[in-house]
């Protein structure tokens, strides 16, 4: 399978299978579209018409094709298909846990699908003893894997900020006598930040995720305080400070566009033309029947933003002053081994959240659907057959992927959104399937662009 799409004045055509990028100029763009179903008879009749070349031009480029289709670099069969259930079903081995720390928050954003951080429920903290315990469960379920993910976040976890500390520090007693590597990251609105908390982020944190939605006006639309009053202004010196004592240790600014700012571009280069470098911008996941729900009409419009954004971005590298934007972060040569692209993000499987009750979800946007709970941190995973159904998630799974040529970036979406939109984790969430084809476009598009600015130079 291949995909063909034409982007900031380069012609570009994917091969699924293999991965393989080429950007091509107009005729063999015309042809390699005509090559699998069309005579090369017809082929030559219709691109020396249209062109102008010769036949042994044309007749050339074919020879160019076949030789790239021979090398398995275009054209390539798909040999996974048959492979994705197995890849899924080796052990139970469990890598992440998310720590759901704190149900409660300190802000009152509408649009939050947690709920303001109650996911449903009642407010809670987690004990330490809760902590500890998930601390014990993950290295009892993770086999030989040696480095471990635990994310902490709520609600907003810095409301249980010393029982954080305390689990990192029990952590960080056992995880060489275990032949364990733990790596922290937390998110957080910013709120309770303050020298201690950066310190402590900076000395354990491998990642820390900052809220922030852009400019002042969409922030303090939805992003407010139990008194109605707008957060900007308290969090952004805060964020500000936090990442000039970052130094080079991860963080990312993550803002959430809806209805309200679909020029989220806007936003995006608000922040970073206040210093932050490392951005994300993530679609609001909601009801179709509220206020900030993304619509049909706006794709079009969201669609332009994010190609915009890849060539702005391409325009402040080369300017000295780039930043970097999640969605756009994709390594054509060293990316994700073909385990990774088919079974996707292992949620129910090697990644579950945990409630400040030790409940187990496969992550951390089913917490609060009783009919996604999947046992606990003492009894472990007692929902057998809903963890099937999870390992059952992978690229080749659902039947909208079947066809797809974004099917080895995406690994099938998240089941979450699938969830959310239909009601099925064995389905898609179509809205978020076109984002994502439009972001994977233009991030690949960057990349050619990368590589042949490299080469005008040289």
Same mark, same amino acid.
């Given at each position: 399978?291949?995909?063909?799409?034409?982007?900031?004045?380069?012609?570009?055509?994917?091969?699924?299978?293999?991965?393989?990028?080429?950007?091509?100029d107009?005729?063999?763009y015309?042809?390699?579209?005509m090559?699998?179903?069309?005579?090369t008879?017809e082929?030559?009749?219709?691109?020396?018409?249209?062109?102008?070349?010769?036949?042994?031009?044309?007749?050339?480029?074919?020879?160019?094709?076949?030789k790239?289709?021979?090398?398995?670099?275009?054209?390539c069969?798909?040999?996974?298909?048959?492979?994705?259930?197995?890849?899924?079903n080796?052990?139970n081995?469990?890598?992440a846990?998310?720590?759901?720390?704190?149900?409660?928050?300190n802000?009152?954003?509408?649009?939050?699908?947690? /709920?303001?951080?109650?996911?449903?429920?009642?407010?809670?903290? +987690?004990?330490?003893?809760?902590?500890?315990r998930?601390?014990?469960?993950?290295?009892e379920?993770?086999?030989?894997?040696?480095?471990?993910?635990?994310?902490?976040?709520?609600?907003? #976890?810095l409301?249980?900020?010393?029982?954080?500390?305390?689990?990192?520090?029990?952590?960080?007693?056992?995880e060489?006598?275990?032949?364990?590597?733990?790596?922290?990251?937390?998110?957080?609105?910013?709120?309770?930040l303050?020298?201690?908390?950066?310190?402590?982020?900076?000395?354990?944190?491998?990642?820390?995720?900052?809220?922030?939605?852009?400019?002042?006006?969409?922030?303090?639309?939805?992003?407010?305080?139990?008194s109605?009053?707008?957060?900007?202004?308290?969090?952004?010196?805060?964020?500000?400070?936090?990442?000039?004592?970052r130094?080079?240790?991860?963080?990312?600014?993550?803002?959430?566009?809806?209805?309200?700012?679909?020029?989220?571009?806007?936003?995006?280069?608000? +922040?970073?033309?206040?210093?932050?470098?490392?951005?994300?911008?993530?679609?609001?996941?909601?009801? #179709?029947e509220?206020?900030?729900?993304?619509?049909?009409?706006?794709?079009?419009?969201?669609?332009?933003?994010?190609?915009?954004?890849?060539?702005?971005?391409?325009?402040?590298?080369?300017?000295?002053?780039?930043?970097?934007?999640?969605?756009?972060?994709?390594?054509?040569?060293?990316g994700?081994?073909?385990?990774?692209?088919?079974?996707?993000?292992?949620? /129910?499987?090697?990644? +579950?959240?945990?409630?400040?009750?030790?409940?187990?979800?496969?992550?951390?946007?089913?917490?609060?659907?009783?009919?996604?709970s +999947?046992?606990?941190?003492?009894?472990?995973?007692?929902?057998t057959?809903?963890r099937?159904?999870?390992?059952?998630?992978?690229?080749?799974?659902?039947?909208?992927?079947?066809?797809?040529?974004?099917?080895?970036?995406?690994?099938?979406?998240?089941? *979450?959104? *699938?969830?959310?939109?239909?009601?099925?984790?064995?389905?898609?969430?179509?809205?978020?399937?076109?984002l994502?084809?439009?972001r994977?476009?233009?991030?690949?598009?960057?990349?050619?662009?990368?590589?042949?600015?490299?080469?005008?130079?040289?």
């Amino acid at each position: 399978m291949i995909h063909q799409y034409k982007l900031n004045g380069y012609n570009i055509v994917l091969d699924t299978a293999s991965g393989s990028v080429h950007a091509v100029d107009d005729v063999a763009y015309d042809i390699i579209g005509m090559y699998e179903k069309t005579e090369t008879a017809e082929i030559v009749r219709k691109i020396t018409e249209k062109y102008g070349i010769t036949e042994k031009d044309v007749l050339s480029c074919i020879d160019d094709i076949e030789k790239l289709k021979e090398s398995k670099q275009l054209f390539c069969e798909d040999i996974y298909a048959d492979k994705a259930d197995m890849l899924k079903n080796k052990n139970n081995v469990i890598k992440a846990l998310c720590l759901h720390v704190s149900h409660t928050c300190n802000l009152n954003c509408s649009y939050c699908f947690a /709920g303001q951080g109650k996911y449903s429920g009642d407010r809670a903290v +987690m004990s330490l003893e809760v902590g500890k315990r998930a601390i014990d469960f993950l290295i009892e379920n993770s086999g030989d894997r040696k480095n471990l993910e635990v994310d902490f976040f709520g609600g907003e #976890p810095l409301m249980n900020f010393e029982v954080v500390k305390e689990i990192v520090k029990y952590a960080r007693s056992i995880e060489k006598d275990h032949g364990k590597n733990f790596r922290f990251t937390l998110t957080t609105n910013g709120v309770l930040l303050d020298s201690e908390v950066t310190d402590f982020c900076n000395k354990e944190m491998n990642n820390v995720v900052l809220s922030l939605d852009g400019r002042r006006e969409v922030h303090d639309r939805f992003r407010k305080d139990y008194s109605g009053k707008g957060s900007y202004d308290v969090i952004v010196p805060k964020f500000l400070e936090f990442v000039k004592k970052r130094g080079d240790k991860s963080y990312y600014i993550r803002g959430t566009y809806t209805h309200k700012n679909t020029d989220f571009l806007n936003d995006i280069l608000h +922040m970073a033309d206040l210093g932050f470098k490392e951005l994300s911008m993530e679609p609001v996941v909601c009801s #179709p029947e509220d206020e900030c729900a993304l619509t049909e009409a706006d794709l079009p419009i969201l669609f332009n933003q994010y190609e915009l954004l890849a060539k702005e971005m391409l325009k402040r590298d080369r300017e000295g002053r780039g930043f970097t934007f999640y969605h756009y972060m994709i390594d054509l040569e060293n990316g994700p081994c073909i385990y990774k692209r088919i079974s996707g993000c292992g949620s /129910g499987t090697e990644y +579950m959240a945990v409630t400040p009750w030790g409940e187990l979800y496969p992550c951390h946007q089913f917490v609060g659907d009783e009919k996604y709970s +999947m046992g606990n941190l003492w009894d472990g995973v007692t929902n057998t057959e809903l963890r099937e159904k999870f390992r059952k998630c992978n690229a080749y799974s659902r039947s909208e992927c079947q066809d797809c040529w974004a099917k080895l970036y995406c690994s099938g979406g998240c089941a *979450a959104n *699938a969830y959310h939109a239909s009601g099925d984790i064995g389905k898609v969430y179509e809205y978020g399937c076109k984002l994502f084809k439009k972001r994977m476009e233009c991030a690949i598009m960057m990349q050619v662009d990368k590589v042949l600015s490299g080469e005008k130079n040289d």
